[in-house]
């Protein structure tokens, strides 16, 4: 079975930092890329981050690029999301998030497993 | 970007009625459509891929239709379980995913 579990939310005053992890589970992490996805309170979803399997190309929403950094560690089968200069709209849950497999195929663009999420508050 | 619309934003059906949901995106996006369920406290739920597939344990009652920008998720009887906030999803500009702005389903 599929599991995604984050951690690392919290309070934090803007400006400062927070480093967010996924701990995967169920099935061959390595192979597959990974999102970060985050909902505002009250709020819709948005799409923050992706990284491709092996980790060589990363990307961002224009809302967070040069300030919050998606990494990976296959070994451990962990996702990060370090983030830097926090705002207070940055304020969310954030899940990770996995493109949906069925018997035959995988579907990139998908997200068909999703974590609980993880609080991040921005505020002094 | 491809911003992608949503409506109604609240819709209020009776149980055992049919619901139908409308979104659409501001350029094609082929069939690479999503369709996902919230319920409060909960990640989301994939319901709906490639614009009309069902994902694993979808009931049969929910469908998607719709190409290019204009998309449609039924929902054929509602159930109690179905109200719930409903969004939708391109991902034919992978990776830049965007989402619509959800639809809420609520019991009239």
């Known amino acids: 079975e599929v599991q995604l579990v984050e951690s690392g939310g919290g309070l934090v005053k803007p400006g400062g930092s927070l480093r967010l992890s996924c701990a995967a589970s169920?099935?061959?992490?390595?192979?597959?890329?990974m999102n970060w996805v985050r909902q505002a309170p009250g709020k819709g979803l948005e799409w923050v981050s992706s990284?491709?399997?092996?980790?060589?190309?990363?990307y961002y929403a224009d809302s967070v690029k040069g300030r919050f950094t998606i990494s990976r560690d296959n070994a451990k089968s962990s996702l990060y999301l370090q983030m830097d200069s926090l705002r207070a709209e940055d304020t969310a849950v954030f899940y990770c998030a996995r493109e949906y497999c069925d018997t035959n195929n995988c579907y990139v663009g998908t997200l068909g497993y999703w974590g609980q999420g993880t609080r991040v508050t921005v505020s002094s | 970007e491809i911003v992608m619309t949503q409506s109604p934003a609240t819709l209020s059906v009776s149980p055992g009625e049919r619901a139908t949901l409308s979104c659409r995106a501001s350029?094609?996006?082929?069939?690479?459509l999503a369709w996902y369920q919230q319920k409060p406290g909960q990640a989301p739920r994939l319901l709906i891929y490639?614009?009309?597939t069902r994902a694993t344990g979808i009931p049969a009652r929910f469908s998607g239709s719709g190409s290019g920008t204009e998309f449609t998720l039924t929902i054929s009887s509602l159930q109690s379980e179905d109200f719930a906030i409903y969004y939708c999803?391109?991902?034919?500009?992978?990776?830049?995913?965007?989402f619509g702005q959800g639809t809420k389903l609520e019991i009239k």
């Open positions: 990284i491709t399997s092996s980790g060589s190309n990363k």
């Open positions: 350029q094609s996006v082929s069939y690479n």
């Open positions: 490639g614009t009309s």
């Open positions: 169920g099935f061959s992490f390595s192979t597959f890329g």
């Open positions: 999803q391109q991902y034919n500009n992978w990776p830049q995913y965007t």
